[in-house]
């Protein structure tokens, strides 16, 4: 005969046993969304790419030949495409969607489903925006100024392929915080071009 006491421990054992392989086998799903930038205009594409993986602590591992469906929401939250997609054997699968020529400015999503769970939510930007066509830059100042002395600030404008920009107006405004009134005061408010020496200089005292 067995005492209980032993009994009881066995079944305890058992019971351990069975919560761990369970564990084992059970899926922790997971999803990775990467795309090709984070903001976009109307009528632009949005490439994306999506691993699915199994994010167990021993077993970890990707999930290859899963279904999943991809959701594109826009900024009112309504779902405007979808498409249904197998992972491969590196456990990803990529696609595009195309954005509506007059798509909503806002946030989108990117949303992920296998079956009816939600794996993953991807944010991404929409708006009109146009590129720079121009860079700005300064030398580092390299003094320390007092209120009666004339400060000197040396800097070039460039087109982005390193033209320089000879000749061209440049708005600025100079200024500073007032602790005493609490608020930014602005000392100069002017235009100044580049000269021939491709460099753009001004002063203020």
Same mark, same amino acid.
């Given at each position: ?77 309504? &779902?405007?495409?979808?498409? $249904?997609?197998? =992972?491969?054997? @590196? ?9 509506? +020529? ?39 100042? &390299?003094?320390?100024?007092? $209120?009666?002395? =004339?400060?000197? @600030? ?9 033209? +320089? ?41």
């Amino acid at each position: 005969m067995i005492p209980l006491d032993q009994q009881q421990n066995n079944v305890y054992y058992e019971d351990r046993m069975t919560s761990v392989e369970e564990n084992n086998k059970r899926t922790n799903m997971r999803a990775l969304s990467l795309m090709d930038r984070a903001i976009y205009r109307p009528g632009q594409k949005v490439y994306f790419k999506t691993i699915l993986y199994d994010d167990h602590v021993q077993q970890g591992k990707v999930l290859e030949r899963q279904n999943v469906k991809i959701y594109l929401q826009d900024g009112n939250r309504q &779902k405007i495409d979808s498409i $249904s997609l197998t =992972t491969n054997l @590196f456990g990803s699968v990529h696609a595009n969607f195309q954005l509506p +020529s007059k798509a909503l400015n806002g946030n989108y999503n990117l949303l992920v489903f296998h079956e009816s769970k939600q794996l993953d939510q991807q944010y991404f930007q929409v708006e009109e925006y146009k590129r720079p066509t121009f860079e700005v830059t300064f030398e580092p100042n &390299k003094f320390t100024y007092t $209120s009666k002395d =004339t400060a000197v @600030f040396i800097g070039k404008a460039e087109s982005l392929s390193g033209v +320089s920009l000879i000749g061209a107006a440049v708005k600025y405004k100079v200024s500073f915080y007032n602790t005493k009134e609490g608020k930014d005061i602005v000392h100069s408010d002017s235009t100044t071009t580049i000269d021939a020496k491709e460099t753009l200089r001004y002063g203020y005292h």
